[in-house]
């Protein structure tokens, strides 16, 4: 097993990114760039996190935190024009909301244990 995979920050935005996924493939009407968009994010949240744990320095791993972090940024900017939209409810806004949030405090902690 990869360190990555031992995260419970890695499983939270494994959980957003099928969640993604799983919303995209239900849903009909919601521009195609806007899901381009949501899905590069939400894939870069999780595997930009994913190359930071492998990296070796403290700087390098702060560098790829902070992408990963600015993509959870993105997703959250994408959900709220969805939800405006009407092409999420309350409830799924919140889920994912929640979940983004969850992951930034997560990041930001790790980024901080690398200074």
């Given at each position: 097993?990869?360190?990555?995979?031992?995260?419970?920050?890695?499983?939270?935005?494994?959980?957003?990114?099928?969640?993604?996924?799983?919303?995209?493939?239900?849903?009909?009407?919601?521009?195609?760039?806007?899901?381009?968009?949501?899905?590069?994010?939400?894939?870069?949240?999780l595997?930009?996190?994913?190359?930071?744990?492998?990296r070796?320095?403290?700087?390098?791993?702060?560098?790829?935190?902070?992408?990963s972090?600015?993509s959870?940024?993105?997703?959250?900017a994408?959900?709220?024009?969805?939800?405006?939209?009407g092409?999420?409810?309350?409830?799924?806004?919140?889920?994912?909301?929640?979940?983004?949030?969850?992951?930034?405090?997560?990041?930001?902690?790790?980024?901080?244990s690398?200074?």
């Amino acid at each position: 097993m990869f360190d990555f995979e031992k995260l419970d920050l890695y499983q939270e935005l494994k959980k957003l990114n099928y969640m993604v996924y799983k919303k995209i493939r239900s849903s009909s009407g919601i521009d195609p760039y806007i899901i381009d968009q949501w899905k590069r994010a939400s894939l870069s949240s999780l595997l930009n996190l994913a190359e930071g744990t492998g990296r070796m320095t403290s700087a390098d791993k702060q560098h790829f935190y902070t992408i990963s972090r600015g993509s959870v940024f993105e997703c959250v900017a994408i959900i709220e024009l969805t939800k405006d939209l009407g092409y999420l409810t309350n409830e799924e806004y919140e889920e994912f909301y929640l979940g983004y949030e969850k992951a930034s405090k997560m990041l930001l902690g790790m980024y901080r244990s690398q200074a």
